[in-house]
């Protein structure tokens, strides 16, 4: 039996994408007294001279300056509330619950569904103000000790496994403990990927947007306007006219009537749109024609 197939999923990265800053700068440092420029210094020399991966360097580092005094979940899951966004979050998230869709694509069940893909840690997005309005987040985890203590990376994310989480919100597939590699034939994927638009900021972005790309869904690229180095931009305009890894990019403004949020509600249109046609045409076909007198 085929899926209703009725989700459109926005999907999103976190840090530059959703925030002007990273998530442990904000937050994390702050808390525990961390020196910013000396923490991403040690990830370098793990990367360059250890050959970590990046994810696991940032982790490592974290519990090598935490020591003793490493925080539960609990702990970094209200750190989370803190954190902050570009113009226009979380109200954008709200917003599109009512008004977004026209009566007829709600008739249809057509709804808007938001997910966060991050390399940074998910628990304090759990915490944050966007976690009510997400239907999934997927991000870097730590397991714990007996005594609730953060101790060994339980998940790293990377920019080169955040595409597997396109395909479990592709598949309905998030529960981590469902093989993502499971065979499901297209028609009954919750989410096909025309239905699906991705959001992020640059070049850690590029599997993601090429996944999108070439399986039909929309990529779009956004960057800080208040940057002064024009670093931000750059990377998009990069993106979008050198690499053709996205057609879009915007500032990150998800305010009312900001050119990112009119390219969202346009795509969500348009997808909705393609939804309610392509099943009044398979409602057609199916139709067979009494015979005449």
Known sequence: MSSPQNIIAIVYDYDQTLSPTYMQEEVLFPRFGI???????????????????????????????????????????????????????????????SGLL??????????????????????MIEGSRLAPF????????????????????????????KTQFLFRINKGLLDMSQDVNDHMPPEIRPVP???????GDGPTDVPCFTVMRKNGG?????????????GSFKKCYQLSTHADRVKH??????????????????MVEEIADNIVEERRRVAEEGVVSAPKH
């Not at 991403?40 to 001279?49: A, D, F, H, N, S």
């Not at 987040?137 to 990377?158: H, L, Q, Y």
């Not at 990150?252 to 346009?266: A, F, W």
């Open 134 to 161: 997400v239907r999934a987040i997927f991000g870097c985890e730590f397991a714990e000790e007996n005594d609730g203590r953060i101790s060994f990376p339980k998940r790293v994310i990377s920019h080169t496994t």
């Open 218 to 230: 929309q990529a779009l690229a956004v960057y800080n306007p208040d940057d002064p180095t024009r």
């Open 193 to 199: 990927f025309p239905h699906m638009i991705y959001v």
């Open 35 to 97: 020196d910013s420029r000396k923490f991403w210094q040690r990830c370098g020399e793990l990367v360059k001279e250890q050959g970590f991966d990046n994810e696991l360097a940032y982790m490592k580092a974290m519990l090598d300056y935490l020591g003793m005094d490493r925080p539960t979940n609990a702990e970094l899951r209200e750190l989370g509330k803190d954190m902050t966004f570009y113009p226009g979050l979380p109200e954008m998230f709200e917003e599109f619950r």
């Open 102 to 123: 026209n009566a007829e694509h709600e008739a249809h069940g057509i709804r808007v569904e938001h997910y966060i893909i991050s390399s940074g840690l998910k628990v």
């Open 249 to 266: 990019i915007a500032p990150s403004d998800y305010r009312r009537g900001s050119h990112l949020r009119l390219l969202l509600e346009q």
